[in-house]
C-alpha cells in the first residue's frame, strides 16, 4: 500500500512513524494516536488515485487540511491521513465577480491577504486563521466572529471539486450566484467531516471590504439589555454589525492572568463586556464629514451615547486607531488559548435563540452545581448568533462526570430550542449527542447516503454519524 | 389503494376522473396527462401515512403545491399526485426572531401578507407569487427578482421537514442561524422537486422590511453601461440594491401589445431599459431630511444624473409614489403571460457571468439565425443576477429543430461558464440539458443518493436525474 502511496504522490510525500508524528495529535491534546501513513498529494488527480488504491484495498482514509479541528474529525489512529496541506494553490480571485477559486489546502489568512489585495474580503474568520485550511473549514461548516453579517461557511461557497471514496472527481466548479441544477451536491460535502468526499477546491463568495470598521468595547447593564443595543444598532446601521461578541468579568480576568502583556478594557471591571464592530460598505458611511467624524463611528457613538444616558451601558470606548481595534480582537481571539490552558475541561459550542441566552445560563449553571459543586465554568459567546463557547472545568478528572456534565450542557440547549454543535462540528467527541438528540430518520438517512456514496466505509470512518 | 387513501384523508380528499382534471395541465400548457387521482392530505402524519401505503404498494406518486412550476416537474400521468394544498397553516410567525415556521401549501403572497404585519418580509418574490406554493418554492430552489440582495430559496431555510419515500418523517425543523449537526439534509432536499422526500414544512427566514423603497426606471445606453450603472449603485449604497431587471425594446413592445392598459415607460423608445430598486433598511437612510428628501432616494438620483451627465443613461424616471412603482413592477412581473402568449415557444432560465450576458445574446443570435432564420427571440432578464430568461419563438412547430434552438440555448450559456438552469429547475423539459451538460459523477451521485432515500422509485419518477 505504502508503495502504491508512493507511486502516486512520490516517496517523499509519504511519512511513516516518526515522520507522521505531526499528524498524531490535536491541538486540544484530547486525541492522539500515530496514523499508518500520512500522504500528501499535490493535486485533484494525485487525490484520485490515491482514494481508488485506498478503496480497492479497503483502507481507511482520514481527509486533514489544517488539523485544527476541535472534536477529533481529524483522529486517525492506524488510518492513512490524506493531508491536502500541498494543494495550497489560490487559482484565481476575480475580484469583479467577486470570486476566489482555491485548493482545499488554501490558509484561511493567505485567502484573507490574496482578497484584500484587490479591495475584497473572504468574511469567514476566527482565532485559528494563520493554520486552519479551506478543506476543513468547508468540511466543519465553520463559523466564525461575523456569521452575524455574512453567515457561516455554507453561505460563502458557490462551487465545489471533492472526490468520492472510489476516487472519481465530483466537479461542481460553477462560479454562479444561481445554478440550479438539481439538488445541491456540493451543499451535502459542506459539514460533512470528509465522510462523503474529500474536498479539493472551492469557488468563494468575496464580499467588498469594508470601507471603514467603528469598533468598540462596551460594558452593558446585563445580556439583555446587550441585544437591545445589538437590535437598535441593526436597525440604525441597516444590519451593518460585524460582530457581537460577549466576554464575562471571568473571561477578561483570565485573559489577564494567561496572556502576557494583557491589558483591562476598562478601569474598573463589568460583569457584561461586548466587543461590538460595524462595517460601513457603503461609500456615504465611510467619507468623513466636514468636521472629520466617519458617519458609521459617529452612529455606534451615538447609539452609545444615548444607551449610557439610559444606564443600560455603564462604560464604552470606542476603537480610535487600528492598533486599538487589533488589541480589541486579539482579547477575543485568544479565546481558545485562554480556554485550553487549564485541564481537564468540556469544552461546547452550542447555540439557543437569542433571547434563550440568559436562560441557558442559568438552567446550566443550576445542573452543573447539583453535579459536581466544585467546578467552574468558562464562557464566550457569539451572541449575535445565541452560539456560546461553554466550558466546565470540572472538580475532578472524571470521565463519567465529564461525559455527564456535557450531556447536561447539551440537554439544557437543545430544551430551549437550541443545538448542541453550532459551528465546530460533530466528529468524535459529539458522537454521543448525535445519537442523544438528532431526529433519528436524519439519521438513517445519513447512515444511507454514506453506504451508497462510500460503500466501503473508508473515509473518516467512525466519525459523524454514531453507529 | 383509492380506499386506502380515502381511509387516510377522508373521500372527499381523494379526487379522480374530471375531479382531478384542475390537475392535469400545467399553466404552460406544455405538459398535459390525467393523474390516476389525487389525495389531499391535511397534515404531515397523513403525508407520512399516504406515501408509507403508496411506497407499500410501489405506487408512483407527484407531490405537487401550487403547480406553477415552467418544467414539467409535477407532470403526473397515470400517478397519484399528493397535493399539498390543504396544508396552508402559517403556523407562527416569530417576529423578534425573524423566522415564521410554515407549512408546505402556504401561498407566497400570503406569506408576505403575513410577515409584512409584522413588519418583515419574506424576501423570495416573482409573478406567480399569488398562486405559487412554499413546498414547490423549496423543492424547485426557486429565484425571483430580489435574489440580488436577499440571495435564492435555499438561502431562505432555517429549517425544514419532510417525509421520505417510506412515510417517515424527516424533522429538521430548526430556527437557528448556525445549526451545524451533520451534512446539511435540509439543503439536499432544497431543489430535489420532491424526488427525495416530500416537503411538508419549513422555518423560513425573514427580514426587516425596508422602510423606503427607491424604483426608477432607466433607459442605458447598453448593457455594458447596464453593469456600471449597477456597481456605482452598489458602492453608493453598501448593496442595497434590490432588483435590477432587463427590459429590452421588444418587451417593452410586446407587453403595451398584450396587456390591456399598459402604458410605456418613456416617452420614446429604448433599446436597454432597466427597472432598477433599492431598499432602505437603516433608519437614516429613510428618514427625509429638513427638504423632503429621503436619502436613498436621493442616492438614486444623484447616481442617476451624473450617469445622465455622461451619457450612459439616455433617460430615467424615478417613481414618486406607490402606484408608480406598482406600475413598474406589474410591467416586469407580466413577463410569463407575455411570453407564453405567443406559441410555439422555447423558453429558458439560463444564466452566465454578468460579464458575459451581451456575449451570450450575441452567441447565441448567430446560432440561431443558422438553425432558424424565420425565429424571433424574446429576453427578459434578472441582470443582476445574470439570470436572463431567453424564449425563442421558432419559425415553424417542428419538436426537432426546438430541440435543436434550446440546446443551442443550453451551449451558449454553458460555454460562457455559465448554467442551462438559473431558478426553473429541472422538471421534465431539462433532462436532456442535464445529461448534456451535468458532471456526471454529480449524476452517478445522484442516483445513488436516489435509491438509498426512495428504493422504489415512488418520488417523481423519471424526473430531474436523466437515466
Known amino acids: 500500500m505504502i508503495e502504491q502511496f508512493a507511486a502516486i504522490v512520490g516517496p517523499a510525500n509519504v511519512l511513516t512513524g516518526d515522520a507522521a508524528a505531526p499528524w498524531a ?56 491521513v490524506v493531508s491536502l496541506d500541498r494543494m495550497r494553490a489560490i487559482r484565481e480571485v476575480r475580484a469583479s465577480e467577486r470570486v476566489a477559486v482555491v485548493e482545499a489546502g488554501v490558509i484561511l489568512s493567505e485567502l484573507h491577504d490574496a482578497a484584500e489585495a484587490e479591495g475584497l474580503i473572504f468574511p469567514m474568520t476566527f482565532g485559528a486563521r494563520g493554520s486552519a485550511r479551506i478543506g476543513g473549514i468547508l468540511s466543519t461548516n465553520a463559523g466564525g466572529s461575523n456569521v452575524l453579517r455574512y453567515g457561516n461557511t455554507r453561505q460563502l461557497v458557490l462551487g465545489i471539486e471533492a472526490v468520492l471514496a472510489d476516487g472519481r472527481v465530483l466537479d461542481l466548479m460553477t462560479a454562479l450566484h444561481k445554478d440550479n441544477t438539481g439538488p445541491a451536491l456540493g451543499q451535502l460535502m459542506i459539514g460533512a467531516e470528509g465522510m462523503l468526499g474529500v474536498i479539493t477546491g472551492a469557488v468563494l463568495k468575496l464580499a467588498p471590504q469594508p470601507r471603514a470598521y467603528a469598533t468598540a468595547m462596551v460594558a452593558v447593564r446585563d445580556l439583555d439589555t446587550a441585544l437591545t443595543l445589538l437590535n437598535r444598532l441593526q436597525d440604525a446601521s441597516g444590519g451593518a454589525v460585524e460582530a457581537f461578541e460577549y466576554m464575562p468579568a471571568n473571561y477578561i480576568a483570565r485573559h489577564l492572568e494567561v496572556i502576557a502583556g494583557a491589558r483591562p478594557p476598562f478601569d474598573a471591571a463589568h460583569e457584561t463586556n461586548i466587543l461590538v464592530e460595524l462595517g460601513a460598505t457603503a461609500a456615504r458611511d465611510a467619507t468623513p464629514g466636514p468636521d472629520g467624524t466617519v458617519p458609521l463611528a459617529a452612529l455606534l457613538e451615538e447609539t452609545l451615547a444615548a444607551a449610557f444616558e439610559e444606564g443600560l451601558v455603564a462604560d464604552a470606548v470606542v476603537a480610535q486607531t487600528e492598533a486599538q481595534r487589533r488589541e480589541m480582537w486579539a482579547r477575543r481571539e485568544s479565546a481558545a488559548e485562554i480556554t485550553f490552558h487549564r485541564r481537564p475541561f468540556v469544552d461546547t ?75 465546530h462540528g460533530i466528529g468524535l467527541s459529539k458522537l454521543g449527542a448525535m445519537a442523544r438528540h438528532k ?28 453507529r
Chains 1, 2 share one sequence.
Open 25 to 80: 495529535r490535536d491541538w486540544t491534546g484530547n486525541y492522539e494516536g500515530l496514523p499508518a501513513a500520512v500522504v500528501r498529494p499535490a493535486s485533484t488527480a494525485e487525490v484520485s488515485q490515491v482514494l481508488a488504491a485506498a478503496n480497492a484495498a479497503e483502507v481507511p482514509v482520514v481527509p486533514v487540511s489544517g488539523n485544527t479541528g476541535l472534536n477529533g474529525g481529524a483522529f486517525a489512529r492506524d488510518a492513512v
Open 439 to 466: 431526529n433519528p430518520v436524519a439519521l438513517d438517512a445519513l447512515r444511507a447516503i454514506k453506504a451508497a456514496l462510500d460503500p466501503n466505509d473508508i473515509l473518516n470512518r467512525g466519525k459523524t454519524i454514531p
Open 349 to 423: 459550542d452550542i447555540a439557543v435563540p437569542l433571547h434563550a441566552v440568559q436562560a441557558f445560563l442559568d438552567g446550566i449553571r443550576a445542573r452543573l452545581a447539583a453535579l459536581d459543586p466544585d467546578a467552574d465554568d468558562f464562557v464566550v459567546a457569539h451572541l449575535g448568533d445565541g452560539n456560546i463557547h461553554y466550558t466546565v472545568y470540572p472538580g475532578r478528572d472524571d470521565p463519567a462526570l465529564m461525559r455527564a456534565i456535557r450531556e447536561a450542557i447539551d440537554d439544557t440547549a437543545v430544551g430551549l430550542g437550541g443545538t448542541f454543535s453550532a459551528e
